[in-house]
Nanobody
Framework: VQLVESGGGLVQPGGSLRLSCVAS?????????MGWYRQNPGKQREWVAI???????YYADFVKGRFSISRDNAKNGVDLQMNSLEPEDTAVYYC????????WGQGTQVTVSS
């Protein structure tokens, strides 16, 4: 299973970005959940948002109301729409897929700065 992320970059505070992740080497029916995590140097990776195979979504408290996760079943993908971005959202964002095993993308940098 391979995960390819895209959509990171530099944005000003209050701005928006959309992250996308496409999974290859698996099928939609094999995926239990997909999600996004983030990590800063010297800190633990933390979960941001998760969407189950049934479409149920879960959000970390610090992104509720600002971020939205969705699945693109045709592409075996998951997107993260990030609005009202804050400097504290700066991190490397990782796509995660849970099948019988867990897989990670290579990460995409999101920088929120004026």
């Amino acid at each position: 299973v391979q995960l390819v992320e895209s959509g990171g970059g530099l944005v000003q505070p209050g701005g928006s970005l959309r992250l996308s992740c496409v999974a290859s080497g698996t099928t939609f029916s094999s995926i239990n959940a997909m999600g996004w995590y983030r990590q800063n140097p010297g800190k633990q990776r933390e979960w941001v948002a998760i969407i189950s195979s049934a479409g149920t979504t879960y959000y970390a408290d610090f992104v509720k109301g600002r971020f939205s996760i969705s699945r693109d079943n045709a592409k075996n993908g998951v997107d993260l729409q990030m609005n009202s971005l804050e400097p504290e959202d700066t991190a490397v964002y990782y796509c995660n897929v849970k099948l019988s095993e867990e897989y990670w993308g290579q990460g995409t940098q999101v920088t929120v700065s004026s």
